[in-house]
T-cell receptor, first 116, second 111 residues
Framework: DAGVIQSPRHEVTEMGQEVTLRCKPI?????LFWYRQTMMRGLELLIY????????DSGMPEDRFSAKMPNASFSTLKIQPSEPRDSAVYFC??????????????FGPGTRLLVL | DQQVKQNSPSLSVQEGRISILNCDYT??????FLWYKKYPAEGPTFLIS?????DKNEDGRFTVFLNKSAKHLSLHIVPSQPGDSAVYFC??????????FGTGTRLTIIP
């Protein structure tokens, strides 16, 4: 299996522009997670899906952030409009869950976002 | 409010010696704990986990210890090798798939 695939790997944009990050989870996994990594806060969970349905979006910073999962093999995280404080590394992860414990999550390589 | 805390941002250890990474948590509901390892330009990868019904779990050179009364866990790496140089994240979970991560500790193994 190719693992979790994220694109783009790097994104540089200007403040106010729309940014779309993409993720393809591991085939057969039913959970998908979006994280943001910063020096100050480490790995923060933004939102997660189960069977394409958003379960918990309490980590989404504000209305400028939105995430969708139209099917089992694709998800997007969109920032509109982007701001310099959104600069971070964004990770997508997937897992095969259902036991109610911390099943191993498999992470993608991340998208490094820089907003100027 | 940081529910999982890794108070040491960095740690340097001589090759062959023991590396001890620490993690504290505040939420007594957490019942499953994990350690992830992250190399530069890669995503974190799962390393080892422990359930709250245990106080120790061992996997090769890696051992995780859990002290529930102190709300503290630690990861021991013995012996430390240059390939262990990475950022280590502690994570905790209860009752669902959501993981709460700490801020990470950068471990550098000195040859």
């Amino acid at each position: 299996d190719a693992g979790v695939i994220q694109s783009p790997r790097h994104e540089v944009t200007e403040m106010g522009q729309e940014v779309t990050l993409r993720c393809k989870p591991i085939s057969g996994h039913d959970y998908l997670f979006w994280y943001r990594q910063t020096m100050m806060r480490g790995l923060e969970l933004l939102i997660y899906f189960n069977n394409n349905v958003p379960i918990d979006d309490s980590g989404m910073p504000e209305d400028r952030f939105s995430a969708k999962m139209p099917n089992a093999s694709f998800s997007t995280l969109k920032i509109q409009p982007s701001e310099p404080r959104d600069s971070a590394v964004y990770f997508c992860a997937s897992s095969f869950g259902g036991r109610g414990v911390g099943e191993t999550q498999y992470f993608g390589p991340g998208t490094r976002l820089l907003v100027l | 409010d940081q529910q999982v805390k890794q108070n040491s941002p960095s740690l340097s250890v001589q090759e062959g010696r023991i590396s001890i990474l620490n993690c504290d948590y505040t939420n007594s509901m957490f019942d499953y704990f994990l350690w992830y390892k992250k190399y530069p330009a890669e995503g974190p990868t799962f390393l080892i986990s422990i359930s709250s019904i245990k106080d120790k779990n061992e996997d090769g050179r890696f051992t995780v210890f859990l002290n529930k009364s102190a709300k503290h866990l630690s990861l021991h790496i013995v012996p430390s090798q240059p390939g262990d140089s990475a950022v280590y994240f502690c994570a905790a979970n209860f009752g669902n798939e959501k993981l709460t991560f700490g801020t990470g500790t950068r471990l550098t193994i000195i040859p």
